[in-house]
T-cell receptor
Framework: NAGVTQTPKFQVLKTGQSMTLQCAQD?????MSWYRQDPGMGLRLIHY???????DQGEVPNGYNVSRSTTEDFPLRLLSAAPSQTSVYFC????????????FGPGTRLTVL | DQQVKQNSPSLSVQEGRISILNCDYT??????FLWYKKYPAEGPTFLIS?????DKNEDGRFTVFLNKSAKHLSLHIVPSQPGDSAVYFC???????????FGKGTTLSVSS
């Protein structure tokens, strides 16, 4: 199993550009989540999904869109990038309850100029 | 308002001694608590977890204690090893496996 994979590893955008961060998992996990980590901060939840077709907002959802058309993929879309979205983005997946563990990808480092 | 707090940004311990990392939470709806370890430029790695029906969980050198009345949990690492040097995050959730709320992390340095 490759586990949770994220692409790209690094990305530089200009303000106003759009892009999609990709996340895929091959463990057939129902639950997937997106987090961002800023310097001196913990990870903050952006959006999450408990299954295909089901998504919900986390702590910091503004400026981000998600959709979940398949179990394997959970892309994160930035429609109009802002410098405040400069961060490291982590995707995570987990099996359904009673498992409480989330497995994280390696992250995407995004810089918005 | 932070729902999960790790009030010690850093901790230094000698090899072989005990490391104790602390975490406080404010949301009484949290039922699942996890500790993650993170190295630079990598994703967080799951370490150990505990649910609110227990007050202790052990896995090798790692033990997590939960005090629900005080809304406090701690991670004990015994004995500490230089390879344990990393950032440790405490996280909590209402439902298992999703929507984790993280603390800001504690950087543990273990010297030989």
């Amino acid at each position: 199993n490759a586990g949770v994979t994220q692409t790209p590893k690094f990305q530089v955008l200009k303000t106003g550009q759009s892009m999609t961060l990709q996340c895929a998992q091959d463990m057939n996990h129902e639950y997937m989540s997106w987090y961002r980590q800023d310097p001196g901060m913990g990870l903050r939840l952006i959006h999450y999904s408990v299954g295909a077709g089901i998504t919900d907002q986390g702590e910091v959802p503004n400026g981000y869109n998600v959709s979940r058309s398949t179990t394997e993929d959970f892309p994160l879309r930035l429609l109009s990038a802002a410098p405040s979205q400069t961060s490291v983005y982590f995707c995570a997946s987990s099996p359904p309850p009673p498992t409480d563990t989330q497995y994280f990808g390696p992250g995407t480092r995004l810089t918005v100029l | 308002d932070q729902q999960v707090k790790q009030n010690s940004p850093s901790l230094s311990v000698q090899e072989g001694r005990i490391s104790i990392l602390n975490c406080d939470y404010t949301n009484s709806m949290f039922d699942y608590f996890l500790w993650y370890k993170k190295y630079p430029a990598e994703g967080p790695t799951f370490l150990i977890s505990i649910s609110s029906i227990k007050d202790k969980n052990e896995d090798g050198r790692f033990t997590v204690f939960l005090n629900k009345s005080a809304k406090h949990l701690s991670l004990h690492i015994v004995p500490s090893q230089p390879g344990d040097s990393a950032v440790y995050f405490c996280a909590a959730s209402v439902y298992p496996g999703t929507a984790l709320i993280f603390g800001k992390g504690t950087t543990l340095s273990v010297s030989s």
